[in-house]
């Protein structure tokens, strides 16, 4: 888990592993970290190792080729949160879209590197914007001979590219979010 806190799909994870295996959890705020850590106690997860640092950088820390699963939840505009945080209109400016794309894009690269053959990414965000969403992973696919999208289907709708999924806050009463489920093909 690339960018992990505050720690709930960390501890939805543990327990799709039935707390069995490795879950790595990365994060760069002390806060969140501080808070994840708590919920993964109060929770009983014993499997997740929470380490405070960048997710560009565990390949460094990991190594390649090591993980079965990465969860990718990147950091985003978070602009298909905005019924539940209205304050969110006000800070969001166009100018930062590109630098948000350009981590997001850091972050999947990295998380690729993480991933052994024959493993999957799971590439999310609370985003409605096409820029981060649809756009990120076909420039993934473009660059990636051995990446190929699986094709997900329900509950919600599928997105601009087709076999990825999008909520929309207007039809299915959630906030707006946007994910992809991408395989490394083994040799």
């Given at each position: 888990?690339?960018?992990?806190?505050?720690?709930?799909?960390?501890?939805?994870?543990?327990?799709?592993?039935?707390?069995?295996?490795?879950?790595?959890?990365?994060?760069?705020?002390?806060?969140?970290?501080?808070?994840?850590?708590?919920?993964?106690?109060?929770?009983?997860?014993?499997?997740?190792?929470?380490?405070?640092?960048?997710?560009?950088?565990?390949?460094?820390?990991?190594?390649?080729?090591?993980?079965?699963?990465?969860?990718?939840?990147?950091?985003?505009?978070?602009?298909?949160?905005?019924?539940?945080?209205?304050?969110?209109?006000?800070?969001?400016?166009?100018?930062?879209?590109?630098?948000?794309?350009?981590?997001?894009?850091?972050?999947?690269?990295?998380?690729?590197?993480?991933?052994?053959?024959?493993?999957?990414?799971?590439?999310?965000?609370?985003?409605?914007?096409?820029?981060?969403?649809?756009?990120?992973?076909?420039?993934?696919?473009?660059?990636?001979?051995?990446?190929?999208?699986?094709?997900?289907?329900?509950?919600?709708?599928?997105?601009?590219?087709?076999?990825?999924?999008?909520?929309?806050p207007h039809r299915h009463g959630t906030i707006g979010f946007f994910y992809a489920l991408m395989e490394k093909k083994s040799d």
């Open positions: 888990d690339l960018a992990a806190a505050p720690g709930g799909k960390t501890a939805h994870m543990a327990e799709l592993m039935k707390n069995e295996g490795k879950i790595y959890a990365f994060d760069v705020d002390s806060e969140r970290i501080k808070r994840m850590k708590q919920i993964l106690r109060w929770v009983g997860v014993e499997i997740a190792e929470v380490r405070k640092l960048d997710g560009r950088k565990a390949p460094e820390v990991l190594g390649e080729e090591v993980a079965d699963r990465v969860l990718l939840d990147v950091p985003c505009t978070s602009d298909g949160t905005i019924a539940k945080n209205p304050e969110l209109r006000w800070r969001l400016r166009e100018k930062n879209i590109p630098k948000v794309v350009a981590l997001q894009r850091e972050l999947l690269e990295s998380a690729w590197k993480l991933l052994k053959p024959g493993g999957r990414l799971l590439y999310s965000t609370c985003s409605m914007l096409p820029e981060e969403n649809e756009e990120v992973v076909k420039w993934f696919l473009e660059r990636h001979g051995d990446a190929r999208l699986v094709p997900l289907s329900g509950p919600y709708d599928e997105g601009f590219l087709p076999g990825t999924m999008r909520a929309w």
